[in-house]
T-cell receptor, first 114, second 115 residues
């Protein structure tokens, strides 16, 4: 069973379009994250939700809007896509409560904006 | 503020040779340190973590790491590298900033293994 899954795995789209990436975890975790990995492999946190509540928003443009319909899902919607949005986006989840609890990552979604 | 430095962007070793990947961190309190591996086209997989106790931590795939508080380091080691170890390796520090727990990742070290 896949612990953290993301769809789609690849997404190619034109500038100006709106797109969504979905994430689901079946680990029963309370906290979920979105990360952006750029072409140099640098990983930067974008958002974090805990029990459907936004707790981290790292100065991401407001074209990016996360949505958490329930604890197991955290989707990322991106409006008016720009060339600079091309990257790999990773979803992760973590069980809250233990400060040493690690994050579990999904396989990533490679977004290419043309 | 938390920060993580991985000084080596690329490392090349021969199969069977030993490996050490460097990681230095900055964090005001007790750090919670992690090493992840990312194989090409894959997500990140946890290799090992340190949060307290024995400063030498054993992980999966034969990796270990040693926490040295005096040097603010958490270097990853493996005595004999296999070709399948070629991947990107990330060190991360977890901690609470302004009441919110989050990871800060290093910039990664790409490992190439020569046959």
């Amino acid at each position: 069973d896949t612990a953290v899954s993301q769809t789609p795995k690849y997404l190619v789209t034109q500038m100006g379009n709106d797109k969504s990436i979905k994430c689901e975890q079946n680990l029963g975790h309370d906290t979920m994250y979105w990360y952006k990995q750029d072409s140099k492999k640098f990983l930067k946190i974008m958002f974090s939700y805990n029990n459907k509540e936004l707790i981290i928003n790292e100065t991401v443009p407001n074209r990016f809007s996360p949505k958490s319909p329930d604890k197991a899902h955290l989707n990322l919607h991106i409006n008016s896509l720009e060339l600079g949005d091309s990257a790999v986006y990773f979803c992760a989840s973590r069980r809250q409560g233990g400060i040493a609890n690690e994050q579990f990552f999904g396989p990533g979604t490679r977004l290419t904006v043309l | 503020a938390q920060s993580v430095t991985q000084p080596d962007i690329h490392i090349t070793v021969s199969e069977g040779a030993s490996l050490e990947l460097r990681c230095n961190y900055s964090y005001g309190a007790t750090p919670y340190l992690f090493w992840y591996v990312q194989s090409p086209g894959q997500g990140l997989q946890l290799l090992l973590k340190y949060f307290s106790g024995d400063t030498l931590v054993q992980g999966i795939k034969g990796f270990e790491a040693e926490f040295k508080r005096s040097q603010s380091s958490f270097n990853l080691r493996k005595p004999s590298v296999h070709w399948s170890d070629a991947a990107e390796y990330f060190c991360a520090v977890g901690g609470t900033t302004s009441g919110t727990y989050k990871y800060i990742f290093g910039t990664g070290t790409r490992l190439k293994v020569l046959a």
